[in-house]
């Protein structure tokens, strides 16, 4: 029996909805895959970071998974580790492979010297937010005789789980640093270029939003997805693979990011935020996480996008220092108005 009609026409709509549903190319052709030379186009950057690294097998699979690793263009990757310096009180060899990041030409971060353990950021006076700040900075900036990193200069922040506030701001710009990347950002399908954030010199990092890639949705939400909601994931692995978040598995995971690559490639080429965490990397997690991927997995999405995007003409795996570091040469030459043209 057939339905017919009106009922017809709704159920061939959310058809079409659940098939396109996801993330496009923002031209619907393929990848761009050449043609800088003659074309007065920027780089991608993709800034690459890792959180807490607290973990010396996640940490040590890091620097192993960079060693070496060059962009199409040449160029070494590097990435920042954004770490928590209460770390040291329980793991003291952890100082040794933090410095060898170092000396690997990646970077170093303050993301607070315990990740505000018992603190809800967003709500944090100015006072505990200079002490949460400044006890880190003070374990990076410290010699290296005395159990510190002796860094010269601390380029960037980011605040645990996001949580932050405008106090914030400006103690950063106070102890000279030049980025905060602790906020997600306004969505686009072609990115956000960042800006500096009113009144200091601090560059707002913000982590960028994917949209899923197509076979990174269960039907329901791609219809959910085509009409507008809860559609998009934070560039973020935790909230890729946690069953909290997206909970992609690692084929769906891999689209997803190539999807948003292509599409920026195509597009602006607002560069992209990228943040991940060293601890679930570790072997022992597999004893504590049980989501779809294992540690396997994960170590290998990371290697399988760290190696497509090597082979991308025009793009740039950063660390978040050097993407700041062009950001000041280029002046933004390309703004996302002209770009197209």
Known sequence: MSTGG????????????????????????????????????????????????????????????????????????????????????????????????????????????????????????????????????????GSIAGGGLGLKTVRGFRAPRGETNDAVAGILDGLGYSYDSSRPGHWSPDGKWPEQVPGTGLWELAISWLEPAPEAMHPVRRVLAALGYGRLILAVDMSMFSPDGANLTKEQALATLKCNVNRRRNGDRAPLVLVGHTHIMGAAADDDLKWRTSVRQRREFYREFLDHVGGLPGVRIVSNKELVDWLETAKRPFPQEASRH
């Not at 990757?77 to 003291?92: E, G």
């Open 6 to 141: 009106k009922g017809s026409s709704i159920l061939a709509l959310l058809v079409a909805a659940a098939v396109a549903g996801g993330c496009r190319d923002s031209t619907g052709a393929g990848p761009v895959e050449g043609g800088e030379a003659g074309e007065s186009r920027p780089l991608l950057m993709i800034a690459l970071s890792f959180d807490d690294n607290y973990d010396p097998d996640g940490m040590e699979w890091a620097l192993e998974l960079l060693a070496g690793r060059k962009n199409a263009d040449g160029s070494p990757v590097h990435a920042s580790f954004m770490i928590n310096t209460a770390a040291l009180d329980k793991r003291r060899t952890l100082r040794a492979t933090w410095l060898r990041a170092l000396r690997g030409g990646h970077e170093i971060g303050n993301h607070t010297h315990d990740h505000n353990e018992g603190r809800y950021g967003e709500a944090m006076t100015e006072g505990e937010w200079r002490k949460a700040v400044g006890r880190g900075h003070a374990v990076l900036t």
